[in-house]
């Protein structure tokens, strides 16, 4: 995996889980803007469910197309988080890739070629435009909102950024109109390649919040993103804790 896949990984992955602790074939179709109803009563639904949640665990599946490439990436693994801020993602397959923040600092840690790459979270485009689901903003205030289609039990809700946003173009959440609690994320970033997330198994006990802390192993490569101008090098010895 180069360092350039590795960062925009990243993001993508930065930008599905902030959403679930505040988400072609699964493209949604932006239906007339008719049923604001419907749309006021997701809106509300959502906030109100992650409003309570605290605690979150999942396995997730990941599809990423591509214009250039013939068949899409299929992606694995497991997510959790801890609100506010605290999310850990394990991906297990097709490579073990790891994404790790303690809601301050943003690590990935790629296994097979021991490379580390440091960002600062809030520093992100993405955790300001989605801090409403840390329970710090408002959903209407970053995104216009639309009804997207209904499928699989779903129903869909296509968010477009207000303001400038330069990592994607639209979000969409697929969610249980039941529960309204988010079963699946779309994103589409501005070369029009789409990242779709599925989750499955949720979990909403207590985890613990040591496995959030992330120092890279030992003989592992760092690239400080929290420094400008700062050259990859060699770390001290380290240690990826267990999982939540």
Request: charged fraction near 25%.
């Amino acid at each position: 995996m180069t360092r350039a896949l590795s960062i925009k990984s990243l993001r993508v992955a930065l930008a599905a889980s902030l959403l679930l602790v505040g988400a072609s074939t699964f493209a949604a179709d932006p239906k007339p803007a008719g049923d604001v109803a419907l749309v006021d009563t997701a809106i509300k639904g959502i906030e109100v469910f992650y409003g309570k949640v605290t605690d979150f665990k999942a396995s997730f599946s990941q599809e990423v197309r591509r214009a250039h490439l013939a068949r899409p990436l299929k992606k694995s693994g497991q997510v959790f988080y801890i609100k506010p801020g605290k999310m850990r993602w394990d991906y297990t397959q097709p490579d073990k890739v790891y994404y790790v923040s303690d809601g301050d600092v943003l690590w990935s840690y790629e296994v097979a070629n021991k490379q580390a790459i440091k960002m600062d979270v809030k520093d992100s485009e993405l955790y300001d435009s989605l801090k409403f689901l840390f329970g710090e903003g408002d959903l209407r205030a970053s995104f216009n909102v639309v009804l997207g289609a209904e499928k699989d039990g779903l129903r869909a809700l296509v968010l477009t950024p207000k303001s400038g946003q330069r990592n994607y173009k639209t979000l969409t959440l697929w969610a249980k109109p039941a529960t309204w609690e988010i079963a699946r994320t779309e994103l589409v970033d501005p070369l029009d390649n789409v990242s779709v997330i599925t989750f499955t198994g949720a979990s909403y006990d207590k985890l613990k919040p040591e496995a959030f802390q992330f120092k890279p192993p030992k003989g592992a490569t760092i690239q400080d993103l929290t420094k400008k101008g700062a050259e990859p090098g060699p770390v001290p010895p380290g240690d990826l804790k267990n999982t939540p």
